[in-house]
């Protein structure tokens, strides 16, 4: 079986609280938060104002410049404010409110079940479709999915991967997804490969989902043109660069360098289904599948939850915080981010909400690193975490970018790994914001 | 409810290695070998040993309390390590007194001065045996002869390797056999090939460390040997009696998979470590074959010590993407 070249961590997956539940439709909440920034780039410039009456699928922001998203209702009701609110880390930013009023569609969004396989759109239009539907990756990145499939010029797309990995321990959300919507899944793959031009696609999925695979494999029959590869469990496999590597045998030079660069492009399984929904059903991106899990979250759940629904209200459906002291992430165990604040709406890039209670929510002491070189050892781009921590806290920044910080995905590899339980992922994340910092600040000067 | 909510930046959980379970498992690692030297050479071997590890805690304890007057960190078991490798590169009879010199060398100047676990240049137990080595030659290098019914006596008293050297490049290519199960005399930790190579299996497979340094040092070896057979002992079956005799005798095995492997004295990369484990076998061939020690394996891995800073700084791993 095929994984990625160097480095990577075995972390106990625990899906199996949340694997066999079935994907569930969240209640409506009574008031949503939609942030105007759920994606990577520019915040999405309101074009709803205090009192507006919206339905569900109305747009209420648009992309500000090309590297930006739409930004649809996912609820019908009254606007109440657009002004600052706290996100899950008590930092405020621009939210709209809306108090919700029913559940009243945009008559132009096809709500059967039929499925629609076929789609004769142009490449362009497809492309337009996707940017007006707002649709970004949904893996965590949330990087615009439009901007994505615009091929630059004297570029060209050989392969299009579609990401299936869900590497992260603790979410099934993706691993819902291609189980139950393996048919949209599957459609929405065919329309990114016309988008791109290409004629062959790969779903990845990592060897912990065998039935994921047998489904998929199930679904797609004889048909050539999409191969679904099972490949080594390893974490960070999911990772966009480590899953080129695996799937195409090919490696991503550094910043600024792009998977396109290698021919590959990469879309996250959950995606590929937002891409059939905008596509063939004209439904902007509104809601999605959320796993709420955690060792001591007594149901754990797969919820369909519309954007602007706050955490607090899935972890009540769930059965509630457990008792004492709590992490509670957005996200994943080794990605994630840690909440402050229950009441951050879900958005485009949230696959889950994990908590992690008692004596596993505290982090180890820490104690003098023993040049155990574990760190090197497991970092998946051949960085030296143990060096990078070192110069970051002595703020030697220029030494840090002649040690290739730019390259470092903050898979936290080298954290997970370290038996002294030094914050490495700590003092290298500063240094590479800070490094980023000082090279965008050099090429303005250019 | 009385939730108190947690925040750190990722990754919120943490794998299960530490410190004092990567030493615990170099400990269990060593055990099959010091089983050998009780067989082979008596009870002396663990007074020898308790005197070695309890010199050492105490001092590190000692040092930390009122020295640093910082945490104390005994409890992860390196000081523990260090006074085992102690014990293992000294002779089964050395006076007791000795041995704490030793441990004061190795916890008192190999390793505290510069700041403790992690921050030595040179491996402790080394410096100690080395230090031990010159200061008393007399006691450090009168060996016991095995007590066991049936060994070999053609040594007694004396290494395969010093024999070899008093009578220039001669050794017995017969006792090849009893120098890999261990009935002859050396340092109590080096008498059992097997059972150091028992230890090495264990430590590859808990993930202790890698193969790259150990097979490194002893391919180097192996090929040294030969080469030199083939060139100044008239090749034949030398060529493969004498890597062989090189790879069984002296420190070779325990120096190469327990004593270069130490963590902090070795590199950080693949790369270094191969580099590295091909300087300490090349030197110590070099030493055994025209120094004059009979043994070139401890300051050997010392030399290499010293290389270790630079090795780190220009021996890079290969970055991902990187043509």
């Known amino acids: 079986m095929k994984t990625f070249p160097i480095g990577g961590v075995h972390p106990s997956d625990n899906k199996k609280w949340s694997k066999a539940s079935a994907i569930e439709v969240m209640e409506l909440p009574d008031v949503v938060n939609i942030p105007l920034s759920q994606h990577i780039g520019a915040p999405a410039t309101a074009k709803v104002a205090k009192g507006d009456k919206v339905v569900v699928g109305q747009l209420l922001a648009e992309p500000t410049g090309f590297m930006s998203a739409a930004i649809h209702s996912p609820v019908s009701g009254t606007v109440t404010a657009v002004d600052m609110q706290p996100n899950g880390q008590g930092l405020r930013q621009m939210m709209i409110t809306i108090k919700r009023e029913g559940d009243e569609w945009d008559p132009s969004i096809d709500r059967s079940t039929k ?114 590869m099972m490949l080594k469990t390893q974490y960070p496999q999911g990772g966009e660069k480590q899953l080129i590597a695996a799937v195409m045998g090919r490696e991503v030079p550094a910043p600024p360098a792009l998977p396109i660069d290698v021919g590959a492009v990469v879309c996250n399984a959950s995606t590929a289904v937002a891409v059939y929904e905008a596509v063939q059903k004209n439904k902007p991106l509104i809601e999605r599948v959320v796993t709420v899990t955690g060792a001591e979250v007594k149901e754990p759940k797969n919820l369909l939850t519309r954007f602007g629904t706050p955490v607090s209200a899935l972890i009540e459906k769930c059965g509630g915080l457990p008792e004492g002291d709590v992490r509670v992430l957005n996200g994943g165990p080794m990605m994630g981010r840690a909440l402050c604040n229950l009441a951050m709406p879900i958005m485009k890039g949230c696959s889950g909400v994990t908590i992690i209670s008692g004596e596993a929510a505290h982090r180890g002491v820490e104690s003098a690193c023993i040049k155990c070189a574990k760190c090197v050892e497991a970092c998946p781009m051949g960085l030296e975490p143990y060096l990078l921590s070192k110069q970051a806290r002595k703020k030697a920044w220029d030494a840090m970018e002649a040690n290739d910080i730019t390259s470092c995905i903050e898979c936290g590899c080298c954290q997970y790994t370290c038996p002294a339980n030094i914050p490495l992922l700590d003092y290298v994340r500063l240094g590479k914001q800070t490094v980023m910092g000082i090279i965008r600040a050099r090429n303005a000067k250019k | 409810m009385a939730n108190k909510f947690l925040v ?316």
């Open chain 2, 8 to 323: 750190a930046p990722a990754p919120h959980v943490h794998g299960s290695l530490s410190t004092s379970r990567l030493m615990a498992d170099v400990v269990i690692a060593l055990l099959p070998a010091l089983a050998v030297s009780v067989r082979v050479f008596g009870w002396n071997v663990l007074a020898v040993t308790a005197v070695s590890i309890a010199s050492c805690v105490l001092l590190e304890f000692l040092v930390q309390k009122f020295l640093f007057k910082g945490p104390l960190t005994i409890n992860n078991l390196s000081a523990v390590v260090t006074g085992l490798l102690l014990a293992m590169n000294l002779p089964a009879n050395i006076p007791l007194w000795i041995v704490v010199i030793g441990a004061i060398v190795a916890i008192g100047i190999a390793k505290m001065p510069f700041g403790g676990l992690g921050k030595n240049p040179f491996n402790p137990a080394l410096a100690a045996r080395v230090f031990l080595l010159i200061a008393y030659p007399a006691q450090m290098t009168s060996f016991p002869a095995p007590q066991i019914e049936g060994a070999a006596d053609a040594f007694s008293g004396a290494t395969p390797l010093a024999a070899a050297k008093a009578q220039m490049v001669t050794f017995a290519g017969d006792n090849l056999l009893e120098m890999f199960t261990g009935t002859i005399g050396g340092s109590f930790g080096e008498v059992s090939a097997l059972a150091l190579l028992l230890g090495f299996v264990y430590l590859l497979v808990r993930r202790v460390i890698t193969w790259h340094i150990p097979v490194a040092t002893l391919g180097t070896m192996a090929l040294f040997g030969a080469i030199y057979a083939l060139c100044a002992l008239g090749g034949g079956m030398t060529t493969l009696y004498f890597p062989a005799f090189h790879l069984l005798a002296g420190g070779a095995l325990l120096g190469s998979i327990f004593m270069a492997t130490d963590y902090v004295t070795s590199p950080m990369t693949t790369k270094g470590m191969v580099i590295y484990g091909v300087g300490i076998g090349a030197i110590t061939m070099c030493i055994r074959l025209w120094g004059a020690y009979p043994e070139g394996m401890s300051f050997a891995i010392l030399i290499m010590n010293a290389m270790v800073p630079l090795i780190n700084k220009y021996v890079k791993p290969k970055r991902f993407g990187a043509r």
């Open chain 1, 115 to 228: 499925l629609v396989a076929e789609c004769t759109l142009s490449q362009k239009e497809i492309v337009e479709r996707i940017k007006a539907a707002g649709i970004v990756g949904m893996g965590g990145a949330t990087f615009p999915t439009h901007v994505k499939l615009s091929i630059p010029e004297g570029k060209k797309a050989e392969l299009l991967i579609i990401n299936g990995v869900e590497c992260e321990p603790y979410l099934t959300s993706d691993y819902r997804t291609m189980l139950e919507r393996g048919e949209l899944l599957v459609v929405g793959t065919r329309i990114l490969m016309r988008a791109i031009g290409v004629e062959q696609a790969v779903i990845g999925v990592e060897a912990n989902k065998p039935d994921a695979v047998k489904h998929l494999r199930q679904i797609i029959g004889t048909a050539g043109d999409i191969k679904v």
